[in-house]
């Protein structure tokens, strides 16, 4: 069984647009129409249900579909573990960020999981049972391990037995964890989810300026469980849909929770991060000593722009809150056995041809008092790449970018 080395896995984190602008506890209103099979229930009543509901022991199948208006995505060549070194390949969130995924989950309710991603001619899939993870590309026969370090003070496990959110109760909990005064939480009924009868929850944004019209839960009667997940634009555009379409709370097999690498597989190793980078990981941002550290080098246009390297600035509150923050560099030139980066910036004669640049280069050139660069402009999301590096992300619309912008050059003058 071959073995190789590598420096780290990284993580991209998950694309954050509907997380981005929450903020403290909701308004809530309570809808009196409940389907007679189940008992009636108010809004805030299943927000505490969801809250106080303990992990369960189940196993299923979720078909994810996203459709977040991204550009073509397909310079930036995304690879995952053995192509090319690194990335989290098919389970990156950039991989995920459009179209339809089928996954089969398993948990033991506990630390330990397995995802499976369904595919033609192969099994893309991640174990992890609180030591260890494993990631499994079986086309490629291509395997990576992963030491996952000692959980937290929070008593969840360390970042590396993390994933990108795939079931409904995930994508939920992110959403659930920010809700904030502008919103409006009603019951809309109930309906039967992979056999399963359940609550329905609206959360309504009470914000012109959003984005996103509507989050919609179907919340499991017995467990709490969400089962289904929905996100729509105003414009009405389901931008993403998360369901189990089948599910059983029997506990899986605990052989379910173990990997064994096919004897002619290529392994992978990649070690444990360093208490100094866990806490690093924690605070959103690359210590000393993490693989990022030092991202930005002397070299790049924006090493000696005033705010390089400065925290992130939150323009806004709510939904419509906007995150402003200098674009990272590229890495330098990965060493021969790393591989190349994703985000790596290749040029030909009329500009970037393949990387983060060629996908920039698609995009349509704005300007205005906060300076010029580019814009995208999704289902739920508006992303504005300045030319002097500053990028606005948010689940608003260009003109709360362009303010942004300006108000968050304004506060460092």
């Known amino acids: 069984m071959a073995t190789t080395n590598r420096a780290r896995l990284r993580w991209i984190a998950p694309a954050a647009a509907l997380a981005l602008a929450l903020g403290a506890p909701a308004a809530l209103t309570a809808v009196a129409n409940a389907d007679p099979a189940l008992p009636e229930k108010t809004a805030e009543e299943l927000l505490q249900d969801i809250a106080a509901a303990e992990p369960v022991p ?3 199948t979720v078909v994810q579909q996203v459709d977040l208006g991204l550009p073509d995505l397909s310079a930036l060549d995304v690879v995952g573990p053995g192509r090319h070194g690194h990335g989290a390949g098919p389970f990156d969130p950039m991989t995920l960020a459009s179209g339809t995924n089928t996954w089969r989950v398993w948990t033991d309710g506990e630390e330990a999981g397995k995802l499976a991603l369904v595919v033609d001619g192969g099994e893309y899939s991640v174990t992890y049972n609180g030591t260890d993870a494993w990631f499994w590309d079986s086309a490629a026969g291509e395997a990576t391990h992963v030491t996952v370090p000692g959980h937290d003070a929070t008593g969840r496990p360390g970042p590396h037995a993390d994933h990108p959110p795939v079931s409904p109760a995930e994508f939920a909990r992110e959403v659930l964890e920010h809700i904030e005064p502008a919103t409006e939480v009603t019951t809309s009924g109930t309906r039967m989810v992979a056999g399963r009868a359940a609550y329905e929850l609206l959360l309504t944004p009470q914000d012109a300026a959003t984005k996103i019209g509507q989050v919609r839960l179907a919340v499991d009667s017995e467990t709490s469980l969400p089962l289904w997940f929905e996100v729509t634009s105003t414009g009405g555009t389901t931008a993403v849909d998360v369901a189990f379409t089948s599910i059983s709370f029997d506990a899986p ?20 991060p360093s208490a100094e980078e866990i806490e690093a990981m924690k605070d959103g941002h690359a210590g000393a000593g993490h693989p990022n550290a030092g991202h930005a080098n002397a070299g790049h246009p924006n090493a000696s722009h005033p705010n390089a390297g400065t925290e992130p600035t939150w323009v806004g509150e709510g939904w419509s809150t906007v995150l ?3 674009a990272p560099d590229t890495d330098p030139a990965p060493a021969a056995d790393e591989g190349s980066d994703s985000l790596e910036l290749d040029f030909g004669p009329e500009g970037p041809t393949s990387g983060l ?3 920039i280069a698609q995009l349509p050139a704005v300007s205005g008092e906060w300076g010029s660069g580019k814009l995208f402009e999704g289902t739920v999301f508006s992303a504005l790449m300045a030319d002097d590096g500053r990028l606005a992300i948010g689940a608003v619309g260009p003109d709360t970018l362009y303010a942004a912008l300006t ?3 304004s506060a460092v003058q």
């Open 58 to 60: 189940l196993s299923g």
């Open 253 to 272: 097999d605990a052989a379910t929770f173990t990997f064994t690498p096919p004897a002619a597989a290529t392994v992978t190793e990649v070690p444990a």
């Open 324 to 326: 402003v923050l200098h």
């Open 357 to 359: 640049g060629a996908v």
């Open 407 to 409: 108000a968050a050059t």
